[in-house]
């Protein structure tokens, strides 16, 4: 294996990290209103990703950076013409970022609907830009012979990039609903797995379209991790209807993880398709850095990849215990419990 290719692969973790830990976070954030309904409830949903997904975002840091590093021509070409949807992107996550430091500041009922928006929202936009980004690497965008993307927005928005990014949208809102029923007690567990019943065969259909127009796009008939991706999917569904959380949270992850992974099998050896010629394809080899860059690069990622991957297991396990209803303290008067149980759980992650 050369280096060339090893870097791929690695990016390819790196995307697949980012979607799997990240997408349990995003279903949370589109859920906390369904799932919580009201101000006590919604507090207790977001504390269940409190701890976690600023840490579950650095995935995409790295995938970026280490786009540039590895591969410069393709992130220069990648970035450039899709520099709308990584504009909107970035305005999602961070629009999302912050409803969850702000959301709690004030009681007033207006500022919280509005932090509550931005973060239902921020976390359905940001699923739907990436499968949309994923879906155009390999369906072509026009890319001419000096790499330089020729087309326009309108050229993103075709049927099977938008029909990547409504799977993805589905995937984490299963994903996120088998999270919420693994971290939950209650009441909150039980409206979790009927959002997750709901959204189940939905999902998995979905994730049967995607992998028969993945390949029908790539021109193939079999791929081993579009079949995982559909047999995963189904047992998904079929575990939250039977109430296993913990077997249906394994199998939502197995399904986000080989979903992205059969796009980037499809593609390889190339980064982008071109819809003005094969010839103007990029690949791994025409847009890579040079040997003495990767050889750096695998050093140093031989050292840090672990203990990232330490530090994130470590977080997982001390914040592994589900979040259950609190009980109101005792007090004189009902406005008084009201209060005190407002402010031991109705802050949202971060504040």
Known sequence: MTLVTF?????????????????????????????????????????????????????????AAGTFAA??????????????VVVLLLAALIARGVSFEFGS????????????????????LVPLLVGVALGNLLHGVPIGSDQEYAGSLLDLLNPYSLFCGVTLVLLCLLHGASFLALRTSGEIRERARRVGRRVGLPAAAAVVGFAVWTQATAGSWFSPPALVAVLAALAAA??????????????????????????FVALYPRVMVSTLGSANDLTVTSTASSPYSLKVMTVTAAFLFPVVLVYQGWTNYVFRRRVGAVQPRAADSAGTADSSHREDVGRLPGS
């Open 71 to 84: 591969f410069p021509g393709w992130y220069a070409t990648l970035f450039s013409g899709f520099y709308l």
């Open 105 to 124: 500041r004030r009681d007033g009922p207006r500022w919280r609907r509005v932090w509550a928006a931005a973060t239902t929202y921020g976390s359905a």
């Open 238 to 263: 079929w575990q939250l209807g039977r109430g296993r959380d913990g077997l249906a949270f394994a199998a939502t992850a197995v399904t986000m993880a080989a979903v992205v992974v059969t796009v």
């Open 7 to 63: 870097w791929f692969i690695v990016l390819v973790v790196f995307w697949t990290g980012f979607l799997v830990l990240e997408g349990f976070d995003f279903g949370v954030g589109m859920l906390h209103g369904v799932v919580g309904r009201d101000e006590r409830g919604r507090g207790l949903v977001l504390q269940t990703i409190g701890p976690l997904w600023d840490g579950n975002e650095v995935w995409l840091i790295v995938a």
